[in-house]
C-alpha cells in the first residue's frame, strides 16, 4: 500500500516535517518557515495534517519494531487541561526511561487505574517483574485484582523517574497553548513517545564516538517507519535533499 499516494510532495519532505514536529519543540508555523528557508513552500496547514496522518502510521510501525521494555514499570499520572476540562495523563516508563504506554483518561479511580494496566499487560505481553508507583489508593486496587504476584513499591522518591518524564510533555504542552480534544492529545502523545523512545540514547552516559553510532541507527530506524513500503528505504532526516525549491 502506497501510504504517500496522492501526496503532491514526496515522502522525503513529508516525513522530514512531521519528524522535526514530534522530535523538537516546534510549532507548525515554525517548521513552515524552516521548510521556506530552504525553498520549499508548504502551509501550516498541510503540515498538521501530515502530523496528523503520518504521525500515527509511524508510530505503529515504531512501536511494532521496539526491541522491548524492561522488566520495571514506573507508573504516574498528571493532571493536564483538555479543551479547559482537568483529565489526566497516565503514564508508565521502564528503568531505561522508555515510555512503555501512555493513555489520557477523565479519572483517576481504581476503575481507571485497572484500564491503564490492562492496556500495559495488552502491550508489554507479560507481567512485569516490579512495578513501581505513589500512594494513590488506585494503584493499590488495579495491582491487587489484575497483578497480585508482581511487586509493588510506593517508596518515596522512587518513582521520580516517572514523574520526571512528564516534564516533555509540560513543554509541548505550554508551547501549543492547550490541548483542543482528548482525541487531539491522546494522538499526540502516543506518536512523541514513540518518537522519543527512538531517540532516547543516554547521550550523557556514553563517549561521543558511541553515541554517533547510537544516533545512526536511530536514524537508520526512522527510515523504515517512513518507508513508502516496509521493504523500502528513503533520505534520513539529516540527509534530506533541501537544496531545490519545490512549488
Keep these: 500500500m502506497n501510504t504517500y499516494k496522492r501526496h503532491r510532495f514526496p515522502p ?3 516525513s522530514y516535517a512531521v519528524w522535526l514536529y514530534y522530535r523538537f519543540n516546534l510549532s507548525h508555523r515554525d517548521i513552515e518557515d524552516l521548510l521556506a528557508e530552504r525553498g520549499i513552500i508548504v502551509t501550516r496547514e498541510s503540515i498538521r495534517l501530515w502530523c496528523i ?6 508510530s505503529k510501525r515504531l512501536k511494532r519494531s521496539h526491541r522491548g521494555y524492561g522488566d520495571t514499570f ?16 497516565w503514564r508508565a516508563v521502564d528503568q531505561d526511561g522508555e515510555v ?10 481504581g476503575a481507571a487505574a485497572k484500564r491503564f494496566f490492562r492496556r500495559l499487560l495488552r502491550s508489554h505481553g507479560c507481567e512485569p517483574r516490579k512495578v513501581v508507583t505513589d500512594k494513590l489508593r488506585s494503584y493499590g486496587v488495579a495491582h491487587r485484582e489484575l497483578i497480585p504476584e508482581t511487586i509493588h513499591s510506593t517508596k518515596q522518591y522512587e518513582n521520580n523517574r516517572a514523574e520526571q518524564s512528564h516534564e516533555a510533555t509540560r513543554v509541548r504542552e505550554r508551547g501549543m497553548r492547550r490541548f483542543k480534544s482528548t482525541a487531539q492529545a491522546q494522538r499526540f502523545v502516543t506518536t512523541h513517545a514513540a518518537v522519543s523512545n527512538l531517540f532516547n540514547l543516554g547521550r550523557h552516559l556514553v563517549r561521543a564516538q558511541h553515541y554517533r553510532d547510537l544516533r545512526a541507527g536511530a ?13 523500502a528505504r528513503f533520505l534520513l532526516p539529516g540527509r534530506v535533499n533541501l537544496s531545490e525549491p519545490i512549488c
Aim: proline share 2%.
Design 53 to 58: 496522518k503520518f504521525g500515527a502510521i509511524y
Design 100 to 109: 512503555v504506554d501512555v493513555y489520557l483518561q477523565a479519572k483517576r479511580d
Design 12 to 14: 522525503d519532505i513529508i
Design 74 to 89: 514506573y507508573i504516574d499520572e498528571v493532571f493536564v487541561k483538555v479543551n479547559g476540562k482537568r483529565h489526566y495523563l
Design 219 to 231: 536514524f537508520t530506524e526512522w527510515s523504515r517507519a517512513v518507508a513508502l513500503f516496509p521493504e
